[in-house]
């Protein structure tokens, strides 16, 4: 298709978008009762921390429920949301492209009416997977055509939530700013509870020979170097293919499992009653099916397998764990490993994350108080997760809970919701994840509207008995 055709095709959509959300707008009634702030200004109803895939299926669900004065902020530049653009290395989405996510099932919103809008219906038929940066262009017209406003560069410094609201210090390009919100939302991604994590003896090592897979590491700087990375994940493996293509003399990819993971686990849980009703089971089953399914760990795609292995120059090491590592008089690396050390000139870590909240700085004067899975359910002995324990537990409508019995710091700490990686051992897959979004952003929202409901009965009810709009 030419330019000129995608942009008659593209206004076309729009225009039937426009169309859709209109029909199914009802009730559209301003229900909402305004807050003002301690200091008398306009409180916003909601404010989303993240404007990416999650941030911006939660602020459609909320403008389809009517509940306006929603803020949403992002760290990132405009359009540079999300890892797709920074530091995703895989080449397409993992996903299947037929899966639905922001879209919240509405037809003419899914990725598939704009590829196709973009190339034609037969280019759709051929497409395999969904480039990481056709999703990043989809999610940037998403976010534009449903009118949502985003205040990009600014990253939120400090989260101190309140009986009553929410209050929220940021830097931005014209300096700190407190805003103040009813609700506060999560959105921040895998990390957003927690941090990228890596043996001490790689943090510990001189600045240029070691970083983790989620880092910015420039790739064109290891042409020609021998890489190590460790892990046996899809992020380590789609950084060794990154590293492969920038030239890398030699990738060897260290995995401390005897066997890769082959089978991809969350295919099988990828069904409505995983996926919406997880959240309801009793912790002990949940506690059974998300250490099982976390356990596990991820496979990656048969395309990230293809990618590597078409290489020569890359060799796999199963059952070889990094046991040290330290620096050379000549400026590499020598790792010890359990079969002996290996020297390079960079090593990358596919480590994975640790759920740790105190690491986030907008959490951490907050952290100690919020409950996580070790804090309510006791696994029987043989089925202790350390790991996973450190997870929030969430209430129902993915809101923190208090680890004291405090009143008012329950009232407090529930107006934060969690809408990230951390949300998996309260939900399954949720936050972070595309397939289950058409049920976790209801499900929050959902949660969101109750409490600002509830909180205003009084109104309402004065409300009503005020109505004397004759009929007839």
């Known amino acids: 298709m030419t330019i000129v055709e ?8 729009e225009r039937r978008i426009r169309q859709d959300l209109h029909k199914i707008a009802w009730p559209n009634v301003a229900w909402v009762k305004p807050r003002t702030a301690p200091d008398g200004a306009p409180m916003d109803n909601v404010l989303i921390i993240g404007a990416g895939q999650g941030g911006i299926a939660l602020a459609f669900q909320l403008m389809r429920e009517r509940v306006d004065r929603v803020r949403l902020l992002d760290k990132a530049p405009l359009g540079r949301e999300g890892p797709w653009r920074n530091t995703a290395r895989m080449i397409t989405l993992r996903s299947p492209k037929e899966t639905t996510g922001p879209d919240l099932d509405i037809p ?19 497409l395999g997977k969904i480039p990481k940066g056709e999703w990043q262009d989809y999610l940037t017209w998403l976010r534009g055509v449903l009118g949502l406003n985003v205040e990009s560069e600014t990253r939120v410094t400090q989260i101190t939530p309140h009986p009553t609201h929410v209050e929220v210090t940021a830097q931005t390009a014209a300096g700190e700013r407190t805003y103040r ?80 993971q082959r089978v991809q686990p969350y295919k099988q849980v990828s069904y409505t009653g995983f996926l919406r009703h ?22 990656f795609p048969a395309e990230t397998w293809k990618r590597v292995t078409k290489h020569d120059n890359v060799t796999i090491h199963t ?20 079969q002996g050390d290996f020297v390079a ?56 809970e208090a680890k004291s019995g405090d009143a008012d710091e329950a009232a407090a700490l529930s107006r934060v919701k969690v809408f990230t990686f951390g949300a998996t051992m309260s939900f ?40 004397n709009t004759e009929e007839f």
């Open 6 to 13: 995608q942009n008659i095709a593209l206004k076309d959509l």
């Open 108 to 126: 003419s919103l899914t990725f598939q009416s704009y590829y196709e809008a973009r190339n034609g219906p037969d280019a759709w038929g051929a």
């Open 181 to 260: 919100a009813r609700h506060v939302v999560l959105a921040t991604g895998i990390d957003g509870t927690g941090r990228w994590w890596m043996p001490e003896f790689l943090t510990d090592l001189p600045p240029g020979l070691a970083a983790h897979a989620a880092d910015v590491i420039d790739f064109e700087r290891l042409a020609g170097k021998v890489v190590a990375v460790l892990g046996a994940g899809a992020s380590a493996f789609d950084n060794a293919a990154t590293a492969l293509e920038a030239g890398a003399r030699e990738v060897h990819i260290f995995v401390r499992r005897k066997d890769l």
């Open 278 to 299: 997880m959240a309801d089971l009793p912790d002990a089953m949940r506690w059974k099916m998300l250490t099982y399914l976390l356990d596990l760990r991820e496979a």
């Open 319 to 338: 059952g070889r764990g990094w046991t040290g590592a330290a620096p050379t008089e000549d400026g590499r690396l020598r790792l010890e490993t359990s």
């Open 345 to 400: 000139d960079f090593a990358i870590a596919g480590t994975g994350l640790d759920m740790d909240m105190s690491a986030r700085p907008e959490l951490s004067g907050i952290a100690a108080r919020i409950a996580r899975w070790a804090d309510r359910y006791t696994p029987p002995a043989g089925m202790e997760n350390p790991r996973l324990a450190r997870y929030p537990y969430l209430g129902g409508g993915f809101e923190l």
């Open 428 to 467: 399954g897959p949720s936050g972070s994840s595309i397939n289950a979004m058409k049920f976790s952003a209801p499900r929050l929202v959902s949660g969101i509207t109750r409490a600002i409901f509830s909180e205003d009965a009084e109104k309402h009810l004065d409300d009503l008995k005020a109505y």
